[in-house]
């Protein structure tokens, strides 16, 4: 999934597809509707298969070639993958099998095994070379594979559905492959099981003339999809419509950001009913009781930058998030919060929602609303207000003229207006435009390089990762635009664990986030954690480690000069986004607070949640440990509470068939 490569490579690649054989299957890439890239798959022989991919995200995107020979009976012998990767660093792997053994080399890896019909897991293949697995698979007898360098592949098939293009009639099979260590994924074949579509919400890979029937197949396949999440939202939840008590706990006081010992919280109809110390509190004979002792309750986490999607949401719960503000969706969220809602779908409750607008261009984003013009943007956001949208969040397209207007219509509606610094202007001209929070700790950074950048591709990744080290944090440039900052009440969503892996994650590594738990995953997620996110050239290595430390300075002096900092994390893991916090010097009890109250209060919820406090929301965590001493024991989450529903990690991971890790 992340990183880069030589032009020539690239080069090399396409022309090579432009003599590729003349029986080549093309497929297009969508995204939000719009096509963003292609796919090609080709047979240079009876036992030889050539596969090309490339997309384009915003300037982002893999070009991946890949050559796959197979013996007579369908196994798959030996493998090439050449190009780059999403993040544009260089791809090359190498599989083949000799004289019963199988050898395998990536940018992590160089390993060799007894070759007894497993099906290597490639790191960076293309998405129609699945076609072959599901050969495999078929001619297993067991249908079942084990995988190199481990796991097993399983598969299913579901259902069939003939569709048309014009003149052109087609029978298709939807396939759900499993093993992966998360929820099934889904695959279109044609009835000879040729890679035909894979479909989602946001992007899908469709073979070239059937682009219109992307939607259609994605109806159908959403219902697998949901069953799969249905079934485990009712294993997991446990209802108590007796009420809860949870006893001799020891109690967070987000005020004072001290513990309350030996304290017991009694839950009823979904809210806190009782705080009190043991002493205090009768506990009612039909209460589910809940031992505390030794443990550490606290207000369930806030994600203050997630991306919601169902598969996320069983983890999220496991890592004690109970609030997610969503930064930017499909239409489809709304109907996944009210699954949410109705307990059909298991995550968080989808709390604060962002209205996504960008302008139309090569580095459109990928989801949201695109707009050619002002007048555009401004039916955008009266349209998102009119859908119960919280707030507006531009993105790096917009035109820095068209800024104080939009954010002027949404201030006259009541909403808040954030997100990236657009393309040619800096975070201090955002903010005297109207901005209400700068979203992206690069996006503070780029604000010392002037408005003169082009920032809507990876140069807003790169350039910081080149010359952020230069920034002084001490300077008077940092010091007079935190002074804005402050006067003007801005406030601050770094998701510093993103940039941790983008400028320190190296091949082999694991990035922070996931050193505590890597014994405890699933072979796949671990190689994919292993591939490292270091979007820098190799002599740029200590360049981008001194820029990120630069960058965690930065954050300290906005934290120093009381900016308002929530904790969101684009994607990762919450609870490494405050370690992190912890690590650069702020108070685990302040750390912790940007996951709690502060979330609340920023989205105007604190008068229900956010604190343990008599009558509001019971959305809390009990964990093993003391976060207020020991960050890292926020990890440990004995049970999360949600609306008085109780989950627990542990089940939640034994579903997936992982460990729990503490």
């Known amino acids: 999934m992340k990183h880069a490569s030589c032009f020539l490579l690239v080069v090399f690649s396409c022309f090579r597809l432009i003599a590729s054989p003349v029986d080549t299957t093309r497929y297009t890439i969508l995204t939000s509707g719009t096509v963003s890239g292609k796919q090609l798959s080709w047979k240079n022989n009876k036992n030889s298969y050539g596969y090309y991919y490339e997309d384009n995200d915003r300037g982002r995107g893999p070009s991946i070639t890949q050559t796959v020979v197979t013996n007579d009976n369908g196994v798959v012998i030996k493998e090439e993958i050449t190009g780059v990767d999403y993040f544009k660093t260089a791809v090359k792997e190498i599989f083949s099998v000799k004289q019963n053994k199988a050898f395998w080399k990536n940018k992590f890896e160089d390993d060799s095994a007894v070759f007894k019909n497993q099906v290597y897991s490639e790191i960076n293949g293309t998405p129609a070379a699945i076609e072959l697995l599901l050969k495999m698979l078929r001619s297993s007898p067991a249908k079942q594979l084990d995988v190199l360098p481990a796991g097993t592949r399983n598969f299913s098939e579901t259902t069939e559905k003939e569709i048309s293009s014009g003149k052109e009639k087609i029978a298709v099979q939807l396939v759900a492959f499993s093993g992966y260590g998360g929820a099934p994924s889904y695959t279109w074949f044609t009835k000879d099981g040729k890679f035909f579509a894979s479909v989602s919400e946001w992007s899908s890979i469709i073979k070239q003339g059937f682009e219109k029937n992307a939607d259609e197949l994605y109806a159908v396949q959403k219902k697998y999809e949901q069953k799969f999440f249905t079934d485990l939202s009712k294993k997991i939840t446990q209802k108590n419509p007796d009420g809860i008590a949870i006893k001799n706990a020891n109690v967070f006081d987000v005020k004072t950001g001290t513990v309350r010992s030996n304290y017991t919280v009694l839950i009823k109809e979904g809210r806190i009913e009782r705080v009190g110390d043991v002493a205090s509190i009768n506990i009612p004979s039909s209460y589910k009781i809940i031992n505390g002792t030794n443990k550490f309750l606290m207000p369930g986490l806030w994600e203050m930058h997630g991306h919601f999607f169902q598969e996320a949401g069983p983890f999220m719960l496991a890592q004690g998030v109970t609030n997610l503000r969503d930064m930017g969706n499909g239409p489809g969220l709304l109907t996944l919060r ?148 402050k006067d003007k009440n801005i406030s601050h969503d770094p998701t510093l664990s993103t940039f941790e892996d983008m400028f320190t994650g190296m091949p082999g590594k694991p990035s922070g986030a996931y050193i505590p738990v890597m014994k405890y995953l699933p072979a796949e997620i671990k190689r994919a954690i292993l591939s490292g996110g270091f979007i820098g050239k190799d002599e740029e290595i200590e360049t981008y480690k001194k820029s990120f430390d630069t960058m965690k300075k930065v954050l300290k002096k906005l934290y120093d000069n009381h900016i308002t900092i929530v904790a969101g994390t684009d994607g990762g893991i919450v609870q490494h986004e405050l370690e992190m916090y912890s690590d650069i010097g702020i108070p685990n009890a302040d750390a912790l607070r940007m996951a709690t109250i502060i979330p609340a209060k920023q989205c105007g919820k604190s008068d229900d949640l956010g604190s343990v406090e008599e009558g509001k929301i019971a959305n809390l965590i009990l964990v093993d440990g003391d976060p207020l001493k020991n960050m890292p024991d926020l990890r440990n989450i004995f049970i999360t509470i949600k609306e008085g529903k109780i989950y627990s990690p542990k089940d939640i991971y034994a579903a997936y068939g992982w460990n729990y890790y503490y």
């Open 338 to 485: 009210d699954k949410i809602n109705k307990d059909s779908v298991l995550g968080p409750n989808i709390t604060y929602i962002s209205g996504f607008i960008d302008q139309a261009g090569p580095y459109t984003g990928p989801t949201g609303t695109v707009i050619h013009n002002l007048d555009e943007g401004l039916k955008a956001i009266v349209d998102y207000k009119n859908k119960g949208y919280d707030q507006i969040k531009l993105y790096s397209s917009i035109k820095p003229e068209w800024v104080k207007p939009l954010a002027e219509k949404a201030h006259s509606l009541g909403m808040r207006v954030c997100g990236h610094i657009p393309s040619h202007m800096t975070a201090s001209e955002a903010i005297d435009a109207g901005y209400d929070e700068v979203t992206h700790i690069n996006m503070i950074m780029l604000n010392f390089f002037g408005d003169t950048i082009e920032t809507r591709n990876m140069n807003r990744f790169k350039l910081v990762g080149e010359k952020g080290y230069t920034i002084d944090p001490d300077g008077p440039e940092v010091q007079a635009f935190i002074q804005k900052m």
